[in-house]
């Protein structure tokens, strides 16, 4: 079957640096998007990697590893605005969007 | 309209009843989908569309319609209301669903509860 996962829940400290992880298991793959969820709000888009490394995008950056079928989203200089759930989701043989359930993002003074 | 619409915001509705949650864009995407959020479970895509004219089954259609008419519009219609369908639905558009154009664009959503 298809899955992502991805840690339910991360705290970290303004100003600090964050690591948020995804793994996935789908049939085929077409590239693996990060989108940014606030609470009450709709999705944004973040990031797409098709390639593998790093791709980096001001304070946000998101890695890829095909073989690993493992993705990150990094984010630097941490500020309270981004206290918000990270979507990883990843594109199917058939261009279907298969999507985590979300790591929340607790960020503290 | 800048982007893509969804009416209404929030509706309560008696188990039983039909309804139909619009969806709106002004971007000339080609693909559009509808999806359910529920707590704790990641986006699941109810029913898509790549271009007008054509519709497709996601991962949890049952108990939803869909139709594409021309290239804005995509309505959702839940025929019989049931209290499983209670949930945030949201409604995004792409360019086309391949690869980086596959990168959608969310409507507000629309935060329906069926008692």
């Known amino acids: 079957g298809q899955n992502i996962d991805q840690p339910t829940e991360m705290t970290a400290t303004e100003g600090a640096i964050v690591q948020i992880n995804c793994t996935y298991q789908?049939?085929?793959?077409?590239?693996l998007f990060w989108y940014q969820q606030h609470a009450g709000e709709a999705p944004t888009f973040l990031s797409y990697n098709v390639l593998d490394g790093l791709e980096e995008k001001g304070r946000f950056s998101s890695f890829l590893s095909r073989s690993k079928g493992y993705s990150y989203l990094l984010l630097k200089e941490l500020q309270m605005k981004d206290s918000a759930s990270y979507l990883c989701a990843a594109l199917d043989s058939n261009y279907q969007l298969i999507w985590g359930a979300g790591t929340k993002l607790i960020i503290k003074p | 309209i800048a982007g893509i619409t969804q009416a209404p915001t929030s509706q309560i509705l008696a188990a039983g009843r039909r309804m139909t949650l619009r969806c709106t864009q002004d971007m000339r995407h080609n693909a559009m989908y509808w999806y359910r959020q529920d707590l704790g479970l990641g986006l699941r895509l109810i029913h898509y569309?790549?271009?007008?004219?054509?519709?497709g089954k996601g991962e949890v259609p049952d108990g939803y319609s869909v139709s594409r008419a021309n290239t804005d519009d995509f309505p959702l219609t839940l025929a019989s209301a049931v209290p499983s369908q209670t949930s945030v639905y949201f409604c995004a558009s792409s360019e086309s669903s391949g690869g980086e154009f596959n990168e959608q664009f969310f409507g507000p959503g629309t935060r329906l509860t069926v008692l």
């Open positions: 789908t049939s085929g793959f077409n590239g």
């Open positions: 569309s790549n271009t007008a004219g054509t519709t």
